[in-house]
T-cell receptor, first 114, second 108 residues
Framework: EAGVAQSPRYKIIEKRQSVAFWCNPISGHATLYWYQQILGQGPKLLIQFQNNGVVDDSQLPKDRFSAERLKGVDSTLKIQPAKLEDSAVYLC????????????FGPGTRLTVT | DAKTTQPPSMDCAEGRAANLPCNHSTISGNEYVYWYRQIHSQGPQYIIHGLKNNETNEMASLIITEDRKSSTLILPHATLRDTAVYYCIVSGYSTLTFGKGTMLLVSP
């Protein structure tokens, strides 16, 4: 079974630039999550999708972050414009359903904002 | 979701059992205890979860106290590959809130 795929693995940008991350969840998984993990901390949920609808985006900084999940499969997370404090690892995870105890995580994208 | 308290770091000798504690004194009746781990430069990995009863799978055992206010994750025979950050999370069937976890270092 293929795992959660993410790209790129690494990205370096200057502040005020924009960046986008891509995630392909495990086939058949209806629920998709984006997390932000700052160095030394645990992952923090940014947004949760159920199919192509948003379930929870309460911690997404909506003035600069946006996410979409077209056709309920792949998802993109965008930051525009980036700030220095956005430097983090962005993790994508998926699960069979929203009421599922096991989330499967991708390897993450490490973003450095200079 | 209830808050959890874990020691920031622990050491374990290879081949010995690793016992990772977690306090969750404010856990409510419908909340589960989940354990995930994160190996360096990888995404978190699900280990085990439980509600009231002790649980065991191929990776670990989960011991939950009778009052459910604390739990212990047991890796029966730790290997070097078990070196990771271990997260104890208390939640219903909903979003997971990760703390800082316990950094377990397994040494030869």
């Amino acid at each position: 079974e293929a795992g959660v795929a993410q790209s790129p693995r690494y990205k370096i940008i200057e502040k005020r630039q924009s960046v986008a991350f891509w995630c392909n969840p495990i086939s058949g998984h209806a629920t998709l999550y984006w997390y932000q993990q700052i160095l030394g901390q645990g992952p923090k949920l940014l947004i949760q999708f159920q199919n192509n609808g948003v379930v929870d985006d309460s911690q997404l900084p909506k003035d600069r972050f946006s996410a979409e999940r077209l056709k309920g499969v792949d998802s993109t997370l965008k930051i525009q414009p980036a700030k220095l404090e956005d430097s983090a690892v962005y993790l994508c995870a998926s699960s069979l359903a929203s009421l599922s105890y096991e989330q499967y995580f991708g390897p993450g994208t490490r973003l450095t904002v200079t | 979701d209830a808050k959890t308290t874990q020691p920031p770091s622990m050491d374990c000798a290879e081949g010995r059992a690793a016992n990772l504690p977690c306090n969750h004194s404010t856990i409510s009746g419908n909340e589960y205890v989940y354990w995930y781990r994160q190996i360096h430069s990888q995404g978190p990995q699900y280990i085990i979860h439980g509600l009231k009863n002790n649980e065991t799978n191929e990776m670990a055992s989960l011991i939950i106290t009778e009052d459910r206010k604390s739990s212990t994750l047991i890796l029966p025979h730790a290997t070097l590959r078990d070196t990771a950050v271990y997260y104890c999370i208390v939640s219903g069937y909903s979003t997971l809130t990760f703390g800082k976890g316990t950094m377990l270092l397994v040494s030869p």
